[in-house]
């Protein structure tokens, strides 16, 4: 009878410890994924504060190759600032178009990443 109850004693035990292991590995998966979501949010952050200077950037150099245009020394010299304005637009929107891109690209790995966590943590 004695080792019946021990028995007993060791399965409760063991059924106890594996629901408090299941617990602590649902909080460590909890913890991993709020890391994870703050890593993205930060990487966003940053990501923008950096295109919010090269935007502000450009523009800055827009505005002095505009200056320098009007006071140019020659027809030469000020051919060839609007030359250069004009390459410095189609980069500013090469660069608003590829953020466009980039925006749906960091949209949809997002959207693919918290599917990924959902069913990893399901199952």
Same mark, same amino acid.
């Given at each position: ?8 004693? @060791?399965? @409760? !035990? ?6 408090? @292991? ?8 909890? %913890? ?24 502000? %950037?450009?523009? *800055?150099? !827009?505005?002095?190759?505009? %200056? ?14 609007? %030359? ?32 990924? *966590? ?5 199952a």
């Amino acid at each position: 009878m004695a080792s019946i109850i021990r028995s007993a004693v @060791l399965i @409760l !035990d063991n059924t106890r410890l594996q629901a408090t @292991l299941q617990a602590q590995l649902h909080q460590v998966r909890q %913890s991993g994924i709020r890391i994870q979501d703050a890593v993205a949010a930060e990487r966003q952050r940053i990501e923008s504060a950096v295109e919010a200077l090269s935007g502000t %950037s450009l523009r *800055r150099l !827009d505005d002095d190759l505009a %200056s320098l245009e009007t006071t140019g020394d020659s027809p030469q010299t000020q051919a060839e600032i609007r %030359s250069a304005r004009t390459a410095l637009r189609d980069a500013q929107r090469e660069r608003v178009l590829g953020e466009t891109f980039d925006a749906r690209a960091r949209r949809l790995i997002e959207v693919l990443s918290t599917s990924r *966590r959902r069913v990893h943590v399901v199952a």
